[in-house]
């Protein structure tokens, strides 16, 4: 079954479950937001129908251990042993996320039944962090999305997005959750992140696994050749330490090297706009004292300023993402023009920043 016509079964679906569960009695005409577990309701059911729950996997290995999940919709085998491209797609193995489908995941996890992708990912490890993800992308931040129709379903696309957080990048999470929850194929953004990412123990482990990419040309244009979706944050370590002055206010995108990347494989780019990133640890002011200490620890981390910020625990503010339509970069060229390159980055960044401008505008309150 192709992409689109997984799309169609799954929209048909929604629309017939819509159907037995509408009220009796006409809504408000006010639209009520979905509170957080309603929304993962949502999500929930929208998933499960991209598995058959009747059928399960035919995968047995020789020393006869077999499988027993439920195929993707119309295939012979589930989501982790070749029912899909789960480098690409996210669909639950399970069908649905939750505590509940664990003790078959760590099952297959002990097992090593399945193989992980050239980047490293455990389509296992990542669905349980998707599960823990959504708690704090629908209840905690409750995340609001836009603009989603703006996501290709299927292909290779750069998604370039404004940088904040100070303490841990929040940004690039709800990113990945946004476009696994909010759109038609749950397809994976696999983010690049700086180097301290993948020096700091365990969590570099983690940060493998569920998904991530090395900020290296090599990961980026691996992603890009196999037709799945980057996700960058031109401002790098520059937006991410930002002091709360600065909040909301790009940074130079670098010297383009997303855009030379776009260029190199013809892949679209898509600007995202992340409303609430800079507002859960405010950042006092920057330090380069702090940035010398941590160069001593990590001596190939590329920072000059650390932030500096008071709050431990993240507040719970209200996120805003905003998925911008996307900038055609033209046929795929080994040598992109540098100044095209530069003008590519600059328009992004425009975008970004005239799409940010307008959300403060509109936003009445952080929380």
Known sequence: MSKAELVQSVTAGLKAS???????????????????????????????????????CDFATIEGFTCGLPPVIDHDRCALHGGTNFSDLAIPATGALGFDTWPALLRHLQMASYDIDALGLDPVIAE????????????????????????????AAVLAA????????????????????????????????????????????????????????????????????LGVFPEGVQGFQKPNSE?????????????????????????????GSEDVHPA?????????????VFPQQR?????????????????????????????????PDRLTVLEIAETVRSRV??????MLSERTSIF
């Open 247 to 275: 909040a909301y206010q790009l940074q130079r995108f670098g010297r383009g090297g997303f855009a030379r990347l776009a260029m190199r494989t013809g892949a679209p780019i898509v600007p995202v706009a992340i409303l």
């Open 284 to 296: 006092m002011f920057t330090s380069k004292r702090l940035a010398q200490l941590v160069r001593l």
């Open 128 to 155: 349980m962090l998707w599960h823990l993800g959504n708690y704090i992308y629908f209840d905690y931040f409750r995340v609001e999305t836009r603009g989603i129709e703006h996501m290709p379903m299927e292909g």
């Open 303 to 335: 920072v000059e300023e650390m932030a500096v910020w008071l709050n431990p625990i993240p507040l719970p503010v209200r996120w805003q993402i905003r998925f911008l339509e996307p900038i055609e970069v033209g046929p795929a060229t080994d040598h």
């Open 18 to 56: 819509e159907r037995l569960s509408e009220p009796t009695q006409k809504p408000n005409l006010r639209r009520v937001v979905k509170h957080g577990e309603e929304r993962r309701r949502t999500t929930r059911d929208r998933l499960g129908l991209m598995v058959d729950q009747n059928r399960t």
């Open 353 to 358: 920043q005239s799409a940010l401008d307008v």
């Open 162 to 229: 404004n940088h904040g957080g100070a303490a841990i990048p929040y940004d690039a999470l709800m990113l990945q959750m946004a476009v696994m929850n909010e759109s038609p194929l749950p397809r994976r953004v696999r983010v690049v992140g700086t180097e301290i990412f993948n020096m700091i123990p365990t969590y570099s482990h983690l940060y493998r696994k569920s998904g991530a990419a090395y900020a290296a040309k090599e990961d980026a244009m691996w992603v890009l050749e196999n037709g799945h979706l």
